[in-house]
């Protein structure tokens, strides 16, 4: 029988887990999943995900694929791996793909919310799924920023150690391209706000990088004209810190451009 693709809609919540990528010594998103897969489907199980999560960080919307002999009904999938799966992972829906369909080269965008609270006292039971910045922070001055990071960029001043190769000749680079960059307050808690950031790839850290130096913006301590010679200047050093992980979230992954379509609400 020939190899089956399925692709997996997977949800987590990141806190007790060293990112997603296997590691040997480590509990990782990815380890798990094939760890559990395998038993279903009676074979060694490699797992491909459309990117890889740092430690901490959480998904609402992830996609992964693996290839299998298996004739289990996806539903059956489903079923067998969230009754396996710890309670911080579960798969919210898997299909048959094409046999070249594939979780990361396939996709053409990603979208990442990062949340976060600038009162004096955070509710602690959202602890580990935003991050505290207690203090002055002005929303105005920020949405300045975020028109500045829209479109194609190079953003190596948002690039962490380790994201690519640098010795590696031609690809892109540190060049990416963001479709959507808002900053929208939560209609219920005062206080309260969320980034949102839609791009056709990123680099590692680079979304908590740009968080940590928007926030920096928010407290008065770095102006747009500052800004704006951070994003042009591509020194990591001139950029704020970087961003707790337990405020990230991998909202969706966009395999059809039709759906590339944001309001720019930061107007």
Known sequence: MNDRTIRLLISFDGTAYKGWQRQPDAATIQGVLEEKLSLICNEPIVVHGAGRTDAGVHALGMVAHFHTKASHPVATVVRGLNGLLPGDIR?????????????????????????FFTGRVMDPTRRLYESHFPGFFDSRAVCECLKLLKGRHDFAAFEGTGSRDLTRQGGRGSIRTLLQVNLMPDPKIPLRFSFFLTGDGFLRHMVRNIVGTLITVGRGKMSRAEFTAVLNGRDRRAAGPTAPACGLFLVKIYYDRQELTFPDINT
């Open 91 to 115: 798969i919210i829906q898997a299909d048959d793909a094409d046999p070249d369909f594939h979780s990361r080269f396939s996709a053409v965008a990603k979208t990442y919310r990062y949340d």
